[in-house]
Nanobody
């Protein structure tokens, strides 16, 4: 059973940076596409970034050039480096895993494993 635990959230002023971490257990890195999602109050959950077994990444247009997703397979840890934060980045951020063939992030991959979330608040 895959378990995901996020950390690193907090409050920061606009323009600041945070790094989120997601510690995974019960997990074999080459079988899962990993992702970060966020949900702001009153809004739908949205995908922020994904990374596959080979390190190939994709990011939402709203965070391109500001956020970076990475993973340390030796530590079974996923990261989201967030720079130049904006108030509209305020949300609960979730780490998620999708079991896929070869750990590739296919379109429509089913993220069946989720962490409990970590809050990010950006003030203007």
């Amino acid at each position: 059973q895959v378990q995901l635990v996020e950390s690193g959230g907090g409050s920061v002023q606009a323009g600041g940076s945070l790094r989120l971490s997601c510690a995974a257990s019960g997990y074999t890195y080459n079988k899962y596409c990993m992702g970060w999602f966020r949900q702001a109050p009153g809004k739908e959950r949205e995908g922020v970034a994904r990374i596959d077994t080979y390190g190939s990444t994709s990011l939402a247009d709203t965070v391109k050039g500001r956020f970076t997703i990475s993973q340390d397979n030796a530590k079974n840890t996923l990261y989201l480096q967030m720079n130049s934060l904006k108030p509209e980045d305020t949300a609960m951020y979730y780490c998620a895993a999708a079991r896929t063939s070869g750990g590739i992030c296919y379109t429509g991959a089913d993220f069946g494993y989720w962490g409990q979330g970590t809050q990010v608040t950006v003030s203007s």
